[in-house]
């Protein structure tokens, strides 16, 4: 922990200008820090994971990726990781289903869509939400507080795969189509 700080601070120092006028760190610099750090991750560990990311055309400090490969429910797993500037990594992972994202307003019984949310979000590793545009999506955020952390980084990166059975619990909800047996 205290190495990873310490490499953070000194490649800060190297970077020139890490601290401001006032003493404060740059949050840029050290963002820039963790993004590399997630990227080399990234591209070391995502395509054992058929896996691909590479940053985000719309924002330099997200991640973005996609899993399309032994998916039996969703066409595709759309995954956006952000560092953001409170020292954080969200990852945010959009299901796309019958042509596009799965949305709140357009689901067949939004509410029990809701309240499935729920309980899968009290019940399963991922919390699962919607965003500004009632899209849906499954979620993990780390600090970084304690440092990088790569190992469970790899347990989140592994379990994205795992998503695409509760759409297919979800499928009724959606758009009336049965769930598959369990």
Known sequence: ????????????LALGGAAGAEGQIDTDAVRSVTRQQLEDLLTQYGPAQEMHFHRSTL???NIAGSLATGLTNSASLEIVISVTKSQTLGFRIYPHYAGGYINLDKARNGTALMRQLLLFTNRNFLFWGADDTYDVFAGYTFTLESGFPTEALKVVIRSIVNLDGFVGDLKPLIDGTAAPSH
């Open 1 to 12: 922990m205290a190495a990873t700080r310490t490499a953070v601070l000194l490649t800060l």
């Open 59 to 61: 924002n330099p400090f």
